[in-house]
T-cell receptor, first 116, second 114 residues
Framework: DTEVTQTPKHLVMGMTNKKSLKCEQH?????MYWYKQKAKKPPELMFV???????INESVPSRFSPECPNSSLLNLHLHALQPEDSALYLC???????????????FGPGTRLTVL | AQSVAQPEDQVNVAEGNPLTVKCTYS??????LFWYVQYPNRGLQFLLK??????LVKGSYGFEAEFNKSQTSFHLKKPSALVSDSALYFC????????????FGAGTRLFVKA
């Protein structure tokens, strides 16, 4: 299985809602990522988990809260978002290790988020 | 600072003609370079990578890329373009800053006309 799955595919939420995005992979990858992508722009890194521990937080607002319950799952909890947070949210995974910085990432199809 | 530049917002090519999508990089140390493709409303797909060794790297769907250290470039090429190659292409470099992260170029939109 060389697939990263993301649910839901589409999400519309109000600014007072709480919702969660989910990501799953069964490739045995120990690094997982959340990206935000605006239309026709490159993905912007939000968070990196390595061996289920948060290793990079790109100064993301606290209304985004990541969680890595186990090596196969990655969640992104959303609360009190703003309309400018509307974007495609991509999850990715890769094999990782101290001497393996050259591994490609496998991306999920993304969740299209609209904040009203 | 580590960075990747894609100087062209858009590349237009006729089907059957060769295509080139340009990328230059600026990194300290050895560069780990990647190309990804993104079709509309989809995630990114890995095409190929350069780590070390042969400067000509072959990847998926008939794509290849040439690493040029003196020009700090890693251009993506294909001998004969297909209409189905029309997509958004990202050049990227992999770096370590307390964790491994990928820095993407701005992207180049490729249009292949029949």
């Amino acid at each position: 299985d060389t697939e990263v799955t993301q649910t839901p595919k589409h999400l519309v939420m109000g600014m007072t809602n709480k919702k969660s995005l989910k990501c799953e992979q069964h490739m045995g990858h120990r690094a997982m990522y959340w990206y935000k992508q605006k239309a026709k722009k490159p993905p912007e890194l939000m968070f990196v988990y390595s061996y289920e521990k948060l290793s990079i937080n790109e100064s993301v607002p606290s209304r985004f809260s990541p969680e890595c319950p186990n090596s196969s799952l990655l969640n992104l909890h959303l609360h009190a978002l703003q309309p400018e947070d509307s974007a495609l949210y991509l999850c990715a995974s890769s094999q990782e290790g101290s001497a393996s910085s050259y591994n490609e990432q496998f991306f999920g199809p993304g969740t299209r988020l609209t904040v009203l | 600072a580590q960075s990747v530049a894609q100087p062209e917002d858009q590349v237009n090519v006729a089907e059957g003609n060769p295509l080139t999508v340009k990328c230059t990089y600026s990194v300290s140390g050895n560069p780990y370079l990647f190309w990804y493709v993104q079709y509309p409303n989809r995630g990114l797909q890995f095409l190929l990578k350069y780590i070390t060794g042969d400067n000509l790297v072959k990847g998926s769907y008939g794509f290849e890329a040439e690493f040029n250290k003196s020009q700090t470039s890693f251009h993506l090429k294909k001998p004969s373009a297909l209409v189905s190659d029309s997509a958004l292409y990202f050049c990227a470099v992999r770096v370590y800053t307390g964790g491994f992260k990928t820095i993407f170029g701005a992207g180049t939109r490729l249009f292949v006309k029949a």
